[in-house]
């Protein structure tokens, strides 16, 4: 849920909606938001299988663990190095993303929204989602990497592990679903209040990646759950 308040997408999908507002069509809004919303669900719970996979491989506990223990640490610095530095902010940010790459992702998003609806449409949009969570992966550095690990430590089956990944990411995409919701009656709430909802995200994200790393690194046995 932490993971899901992040600037580097969430600008781009209020910018998106704010630009298919403009235009008027209810339907072209729905489908459109809807391809944006289906390829990010389906890239990050390919990210998460992919960091299962890797800790499944290596399986070297001793220090993997630790490892990724420290990376929680360091990327719970950097939340709150990011929540100190966004304190007088009015809208959302991303640190990883040049205003150049910005600038080109919104004319993208301008050339979508002008076309009609049709295949070729979806496909755009699913493109552009795609490279823009590649890149909010790197703004939200170590909680897919410690959440999977913690799955992998507790070794569940098949189908446990796949509810848990699912858990992640339909609270991952809770305030997407919100924003969508807030954009077919009505956004300026979110304009107005939802850096403040970003910032205090990584406030809290940054507390539990501190935790989470420090857990990691000298009692994994305590993210064991009993059988």
């Known amino acids: 849920f932490i993971d899901g308040f992040n600037p580097c997408a969430m600008w781009v ?3 998106f909606l704010i630009l298919l507002s403009q235009v008027n069509d209810r339907k ?6 809807g391809c944006f919303l289906l390829a990010e669900a389906i890239l990050y719970a390919l990210i998460l299988t992919v960091w299962y ?3 499944d491989f290596v399986a070297l506990d001793r220090i993997v663990t630790p490892l ?8 719970g610095a950097v939340f709150l190095y990011r929540y100190n530095k966004t304190a007088k902010q009015a809208a959302f940010t991303c640190d990883v993303t040049s205003e150049e790459h910005s ?6 998003l301008e050339r979508i929204v002008s076309g009609p609806i049709n295949l070729m449409m979806m496909v755009a949009i699913v493109g552009v989602a795609l490279s823009v969570n590649i890149i909010e992966f790197a703004c939200s550095l170590g909680i897919p990497q410690a959440y999977t690990k913690i799955l992998e430590i507790n070794n569940l089956a098949f189908f446990a592990r796949q509810a848990q990944v699912a858990i992640y990411i339909i609270g991952y995409m809770v305030d997407d679903i919100v924003v969508f919701a807030l954009a077919i009656w009505g956004f300026s709430y979110m304009q107005a209040h939802g850096a403040r909802y970003a910032r205090y995200s990584l406030l809290i994200g940054g507390i539990g990646l501190l935790v989470l790393g420090g857990l990691l690194i000298f009692a994994p046995q305590a993210l064991v ?3």
Request: aromatic share 6%; net charge positive; glycine share 10%.
């Open 103 to 108: 600038a080109g992702i919104v004319a993208r």
């Open 53 to 55: 996979s890797v800790w």
């Open 28 to 33: 072209k809004m729905v489908v459109a938001a």
């Open 13 to 15: 999908l209020i910018t």
């Open 225 to 227: 759950w009993a059988k």
């Open 68 to 75: 990724v223990g420290l990376i929680s640490i360091v990327g």
